[in-house]
């Protein structure tokens, strides 16, 4: 049983690597035409496949076809069919907030979340440069507060170089990037006092944030501070729901950047990530039809003939590509 568990990682390792190997061979063909490299890809990827034993092929087929929509998606973007991803309310409203603090007089604060030097906090500081060029532009002040000392470090210079791209480099300051504290309720109420002292006009909470959340957001809420809210961790939404101006739900946290970068490779990402979504959920619907005929095929409620037997066989094998 181990021995065919570990067939299985290896063998998906070796489908994964070789379409991340196949993305960066094909987008580095520039002469070539889009949809001649994405079959190529394709086709080469599938091939690999082919080496990996029956009771595989369902995850890895799924793997490789989800590849497939993604770097359609984005060699198809990188050429003149950039597509279009619908308006985040919460990410249209960092310009109003960041004018208002300028018009205030009061600084922006940006908290990438309480967790370490992780996936969720190099999202919110990739959201934070964007903003930090647009508060050097207006000639404001930002204040970078968080839970992690290697975060602080990357922290600073994710500010230094938006200030230095808004053309404002002599505004930043080093010491409006603290480190608070590495424990949580501590850090909470470090930020709660910051908030208080420097009369916060507006506030970006992007990360990873726990119970700590609630704490932060209604002192800010109470000192009028305009809010824009996203997290990966769910149970969090509807506490920042109730407390924040703007929240970005779900999937709008990571397509974030695409969405204010207008990258064209991050736009085709975001819209292969969804083809693969639709395609998850129909195979879905099919398992459970398949799984729905074959319990009646076997209690005997659909009784057997040519077409049944040939629908049998087709549910049964459908279901023993994804066991």
């Not at 009061?106 to 500081?125: E, F, H, K, S, T």
């Not at 002599?170 to 409006?176: A, H, R």
């Amino acid at each position: 049983m181990q021995h065919a568990s570990d067939n299985w990682n290896v063998a998906n390792f070796v489908v994964i690597l070789s379409v991340i190997i196949l993305f960066k061979i094909v987008t580095a063909q520039k002469g070539m035409k889009t949809p001649f490299a994405a079959c190529i890809g394709l086709f080469t990827v599938i091939l690999l496949a082919f080496t990996v034993r029956a009771h595989w092929w369902g995850a890895s087929i799924g793997i490789l076809i989800a590849s497939a929509f993604l770097l359609f998606k984005i060699l198809t973007s990188r050429s003149d069919r950039i597509p279009t991803i619908r308006r985040i309310a919460g990410l249209n409203a960092i310009d109003e907030a960041v004018g208002r603090a300028t018009e205030m007089g009061r600084p922006v604060l940006m908290i990438p979340g309480i967790g370490q030097l992780d996936i969720p906090a190099l999202q919110g500081l990739n959201i934070f440069g964007y903003i930090a060029r647009s508060v050097a532009a207006f000639g404001n002040r930002t204040i970078l507060a968080v839970a992690d000392p290697p975060l602080a470090g990357v922290g600073e210079e994710v500010i230094r170089d938006a200030y230095a791209a808004g053309g404002r480099p002599e505004l930043f300051n080093p010491d409006d990037v603290r480190f608070i504290s590495d424990r949580q309720f501590a850090f909470a109420s470090g930020v709660a006092g910051l908030i208080e002292r420097e009369k916060v006009a507006a506030s970006f909470l992007m990360g990873a944030f726990f119970a700590e959340s609630l704490i932060i957001t209604e002192v800010a809420q109470r000192t009028g501070t305009i809010q824009i809210a996203a997290t990966n961790q769910f149970t969090q939404l509807p506490f920042f729901v109730a407390t924040c101006d703007y929240v970005l739900l779900g999937d709008e946290f990571y397509a974030a950047s695409a969405y204010l970068s207008r990258n064209p490779t991050l736009l085709g990402s975001i819209v292969g990530q969804d083809y693969a979504k639709l395609l998850i959920l129909v195979v879905i619907v099919l398992g459970v039809i398949a799984t729905g005929y074959m319990e009646l095929v076997h209690t005997g409620a659909i009784h057997d003939s040519s077409a049944t037997d040939s629908l049998t066989k087709v549910a049964d094998y459908f279901l023993k590509m994804f066991r």
